[in-house]
Nanobody, 121 residues
Framework: QVQLVESGGGLVQAGGSLRLSCTAS??????????MAWFRQAPGKQREFVAR????????NYADSVKGRFTISRNNASNTVYLQMSSLKPDDTAVYYC????????????WGQGTQVTVSS
């Protein structure tokens, strides 16, 4: 059974930084075969895309709201994807989820349970 487990969330003041991790596990599962992404969902809002990284890590894309402040990266050897968040704002408060996608044109195949990020003003 494939599992994606997020960690690193917490409470931080505006302007601060956090680094989220998402570690995948499961028989024969390797994130090498997947595009990996981060999404977030704030209270009362729909889940929204944050960042995505290609299988090799050569290509990334970001939501406009986080561009220049967040960086997605991956370590295929350790089956882990990261989201480095800097210059955090109260609007970044949300539950952050990682997701794995085997084909770019298809829905995401696996999702984590999420980690809470709260940014105080």
């Amino acid at each position: 059974q494939v599992q994606l487990v997020e960690s690193g969330g917490g409470l931080v003041q505006a302007g601060g930084s956090l680094r989220l991790s998402c570690t995948a596990s499961g028989p024969t599962f390797s994130i090498y075969n997947y595009y990996m992404a981060w999404f977030r969902q704030a209270p009362g809002k729909q889940r929204e895309f944050v960042a995505r990284i290609s299988r090799s890590g050569d290509n990334t894309n970001y939501a406009d709201s986080v561009k220049g402040r967040f960086t997605i990266s991956r370590n295929n050897a350790s089956n882990t994807v990261y989201l480095q968040m800097s210059s955090l704002k109260p609007d970044d408060t949300a539950v952050y989820y990682c997701a794995a996608q085997v084909r770019a044109t298809r829905p995401y195949d696996y999702w984590g349970q999420g980690t809470q990020v709260t940014v105080s003003s």
